[in-house]
Protein backbone atom coordinates (compact mmCIF):
# COMPACT_ATOMS: atom_id res chain seq x y z
CA UNK A 1 0.00 0.00 0.00
CA UNK A 2 1.56 3.15 -0.95
CA UNK A 3 1.55 6.16 1.41
CA UNK A 4 0.46 9.71 0.60
CA UNK A 5 3.88 12.36 -0.03
CA UNK A 6 3.81 15.69 0.14
CA UNK A 7 2.01 16.89 -3.08
CA UNK A 8 3.50 20.58 -1.99
CA UNK A 9 6.96 20.22 -1.95
CA UNK A 10 7.60 18.98 -5.49
CA UNK A 11 5.49 21.91 -6.67
CA UNK A 12 8.44 24.58 -8.83
CA UNK A 13 6.94 27.84 -9.21
CA UNK A 14 9.34 28.49 -11.42
CA UNK A 15 8.37 26.25 -13.72
CA UNK A 16 4.76 27.43 -12.82
CA UNK A 17 5.43 31.13 -14.37
CA UNK A 18 7.96 29.80 -16.56
CA UNK A 19 8.06 31.73 -19.88
CA UNK A 20 5.84 33.75 -18.47
CA UNK A 21 5.65 36.70 -21.37
CA UNK A 22 3.57 39.53 -20.54
CA UNK A 23 2.71 41.98 -23.74
CA UNK A 24 1.28 45.36 -23.29
CA UNK A 25 0.96 46.22 -27.23
CA UNK A 26 -1.39 43.57 -28.76
CA UNK A 27 -0.56 44.48 -31.78
CA UNK A 28 3.25 43.81 -30.64
CA UNK A 29 5.16 41.65 -33.29
CA UNK A 30 6.57 37.75 -31.36
CA UNK A 31 9.68 37.93 -30.52
CA UNK A 32 11.76 34.98 -32.65
CA UNK A 33 15.27 35.06 -31.02
CA UNK A 34 16.05 35.62 -26.90
CA UNK A 35 16.73 39.13 -25.93
CA UNK A 36 20.06 40.40 -26.51
CA UNK A 37 21.62 43.54 -23.79
CA UNK A 38 21.48 45.92 -26.77
CA UNK A 39 19.87 48.93 -28.55
CA UNK A 40 17.70 46.02 -30.23
CA UNK A 41 15.94 45.13 -26.57
CA UNK A 42 16.89 47.96 -24.59
CA UNK A 43 16.40 51.81 -26.30
CA UNK A 44 18.45 54.64 -24.43
CA UNK A 45 17.37 58.51 -24.50
CA UNK A 46 18.83 61.40 -22.84
CA UNK A 47 16.86 61.38 -19.85
CA UNK A 48 18.40 57.64 -19.20
CA UNK A 49 16.80 54.01 -20.31
CA UNK A 50 13.63 52.98 -21.75
CA UNK A 51 12.83 49.24 -20.84
CA UNK A 52 10.98 47.45 -23.25
CA UNK A 53 11.69 44.35 -21.84
CA UNK A 54 12.20 43.29 -18.18
CA UNK A 55 12.03 40.48 -16.23
CA UNK A 56 11.51 39.36 -12.22
CA UNK A 57 13.04 36.16 -10.17
CA UNK A 58 9.95 33.77 -9.38
CA UNK A 59 12.27 31.99 -6.74
CA UNK A 60 12.63 35.21 -5.24
CA UNK A 61 8.40 35.65 -5.34
CA UNK A 62 7.48 32.56 -4.49
CA UNK A 63 9.50 33.60 -0.67
CA UNK A 64 7.83 36.51 -0.62
CA UNK A 65 4.64 36.47 -1.58
CA UNK A 66 2.68 36.52 1.04
CA UNK A 67 -0.35 35.10 -1.27
CA UNK A 68 1.42 32.06 -3.00
CA UNK A 69 2.93 31.56 0.96
CA UNK A 70 -0.08 31.55 2.55
CA UNK A 71 -1.70 29.05 -0.81
CA UNK A 72 1.20 26.93 0.25
CA UNK A 73 0.49 26.34 3.94
CA UNK A 74 -3.04 25.49 3.49
CA UNK A 75 -2.42 23.07 1.24
CA UNK A 76 1.08 21.35 3.20
CA UNK A 77 -2.14 21.66 6.14
CA UNK A 78 -4.41 19.12 4.02
CA UNK A 79 -1.23 17.06 3.22
CA UNK A 80 -0.34 16.34 6.95
CA UNK A 81 -4.57 16.15 7.54
CA UNK A 82 -4.33 13.62 4.89
CA UNK A 83 -1.54 12.01 6.21
CA UNK A 84 -2.22 11.86 9.56
CA UNK A 85 -5.81 10.06 9.32
CA UNK A 86 -4.35 7.71 6.64
CA UNK A 87 -1.65 6.56 9.18
CA UNK A 88 -4.26 6.00 11.75
CA UNK A 89 -6.54 3.81 9.54
CA UNK A 90 -3.24 1.91 8.33
CA UNK A 91 -1.82 1.56 12.14
CA UNK A 92 -5.50 0.02 13.01
CA UNK A 93 -5.31 -2.29 10.14
CA UNK A 94 -1.37 -3.68 11.07
CA UNK A 95 -3.24 -4.46 14.79
CA UNK A 96 -5.84 -6.44 12.78
CA UNK A 97 -3.72 -8.45 10.80
CA UNK A 98 -1.01 -9.19 14.08
CA UNK A 99 -3.78 -10.24 15.66
CA UNK A 100 -4.94 -12.55 13.10
CA UNK A 101 -1.58 -13.92 12.52
CA UNK A 102 -1.50 -14.45 16.50
CA UNK A 103 -4.65 -16.14 16.56
CA UNK A 104 -4.88 -18.13 13.26
CA UNK A 105 -3.60 -21.45 14.62
CA UNK A 106 -6.28 -22.02 16.92
CA UNK A 107 -8.74 -20.21 14.62
CA UNK A 108 -11.22 -22.61 12.33
CA UNK A 109 -10.28 -22.98 8.68
CA UNK A 110 -13.88 -20.99 7.66
CA UNK A 111 -12.97 -18.36 10.53
CA UNK A 112 -9.61 -17.99 8.66
CA UNK A 113 -10.87 -17.45 5.17
CA UNK A 114 -13.63 -15.48 6.65
CA UNK A 115 -10.84 -12.99 8.54
CA UNK A 116 -8.62 -13.20 5.33
CA UNK A 117 -11.30 -12.11 3.42
CA UNK A 118 -11.93 -9.19 5.68
CA UNK A 119 -8.47 -7.95 5.79
CA UNK A 120 -8.00 -8.03 2.02
CA UNK A 121 -11.10 -6.02 2.06
CA UNK A 122 -9.92 -3.60 4.38
CA UNK A 123 -6.81 -3.76 2.34
CA UNK A 124 -8.06 -2.52 -0.53
CA UNK A 125 -10.55 0.10 1.39
CA UNK A 126 -7.16 1.52 2.43
CA UNK A 127 -5.02 1.58 -1.10
CA UNK A 128 -8.52 3.39 -2.48
CA UNK A 129 -8.60 6.08 0.35
CA UNK A 130 -5.01 6.48 0.10
CA UNK A 131 -5.40 7.40 -3.97
CA UNK A 132 -7.85 9.32 -3.36
CA UNK A 133 -6.94 11.51 -0.97
CA UNK A 134 -3.93 12.02 -3.13
CA UNK A 135 -6.09 12.94 -6.22
CA UNK A 136 -8.03 15.12 -3.93
CA UNK A 137 -4.63 17.01 -2.63
CA UNK A 138 -3.28 17.12 -6.23
CA UNK A 139 -6.41 19.31 -8.00
CA UNK A 140 -6.53 21.36 -4.83
CA UNK A 141 -3.20 22.36 -5.77
CA UNK A 142 -2.89 22.54 -9.32
CA UNK A 143 -6.30 24.60 -8.79
CA UNK A 144 -4.66 27.30 -5.76
CA UNK A 145 -1.73 27.42 -7.86
CA UNK A 146 -3.29 28.36 -10.97
CA UNK A 147 -5.37 31.23 -8.96
CA UNK A 148 -1.59 32.30 -8.07
CA UNK A 149 -0.47 32.44 -11.59
CA UNK A 150 -3.51 33.96 -12.83
CA UNK A 151 -3.11 36.97 -10.02
CA UNK A 152 0.38 37.55 -11.32
CA UNK A 153 0.17 37.13 -14.98
CA UNK A 154 -3.34 39.81 -14.73
CA UNK A 155 -1.17 42.34 -12.06
CA UNK A 156 1.76 41.90 -14.47
CA UNK A 157 -0.35 43.53 -17.74
CA UNK A 158 -1.00 46.06 -15.61
CA UNK A 159 1.97 47.07 -14.34
CA UNK A 160 3.50 46.87 -17.71
CA UNK A 161 0.95 48.80 -19.51
CA UNK A 162 1.76 51.47 -16.86
CA UNK A 163 5.14 51.34 -17.53
CA UNK A 164 5.75 50.50 -21.04
CA UNK A 165 7.06 47.07 -20.44
CA UNK A 166 6.92 44.77 -23.54
CA UNK A 167 7.54 41.73 -22.33
CA UNK A 168 7.88 40.96 -18.75
CA UNK A 169 10.17 37.43 -18.68
CA UNK A 170 10.69 35.23 -15.64
CA UNK A 171 14.23 33.70 -14.08
CA UNK A 172 14.36 30.93 -11.88
CA UNK A 173 17.28 29.29 -11.05
CA UNK A 174 15.56 25.23 -11.64
CA UNK A 175 14.23 26.48 -14.77
CA UNK A 176 17.10 29.32 -16.36
CA UNK A 177 15.22 30.15 -19.45
CA UNK A 178 17.00 33.81 -19.19
CA UNK A 179 20.87 32.94 -19.04
CA UNK A 180 21.87 36.77 -18.23
CA UNK A 181 20.02 39.86 -18.12
CA UNK A 182 21.28 43.15 -17.10
CA UNK A 183 20.21 43.91 -13.44
CA UNK A 184 18.92 47.17 -14.22
CA UNK A 185 16.12 45.04 -15.87
CA UNK A 186 15.12 43.40 -12.87
CA UNK A 187 11.29 44.61 -11.55
CA UNK A 188 10.95 41.74 -9.35
CA UNK A 189 11.20 43.48 -5.64
CA UNK A 190 8.73 46.37 -6.69
CA UNK A 191 6.33 43.54 -8.22
CA UNK A 192 6.24 41.43 -5.01
CA UNK A 193 5.89 44.95 -2.70
CA UNK A 194 3.06 45.87 -5.06
CA UNK A 195 1.71 42.17 -5.27
CA UNK A 196 1.63 42.09 -0.82
CA UNK A 197 -0.19 45.25 -0.72
CA UNK A 198 -2.67 44.40 -3.13
CA UNK A 199 -3.20 41.22 -1.12
CA UNK A 200 -3.44 42.68 2.09
CA UNK A 201 -6.04 45.72 0.89
CA UNK A 202 -8.11 42.45 -0.32
CA UNK A 203 -7.23 39.74 2.33
Same mark, same amino acid.
Given at each position: ?????????? %???? $?? #????????????????????????? %??????????????????? #?????????????? $?????????????????????????????????????????????????????? #???????????????????????????????????????? #?????????? $???????????? %?????????????
Amino acid at each position: MSTIFSIVSK %VSFG $LL #LAGTIVSCNQGAKTQNEPAKNDASS %VSKDSQGSSKDIVYLNSDS #LSEKYQYFKDIKAK $LESKVKKAQADLQSKSTAFQREVADYQKNAATMSADDRQATEQKLARKQDELAR #LDQTASSSLAKDESDEFNNVYNKITEFLKKHASENGYKLV #LTYSKSNPTV $LYADPSLEITNE %VIKQLNEEYKQKK
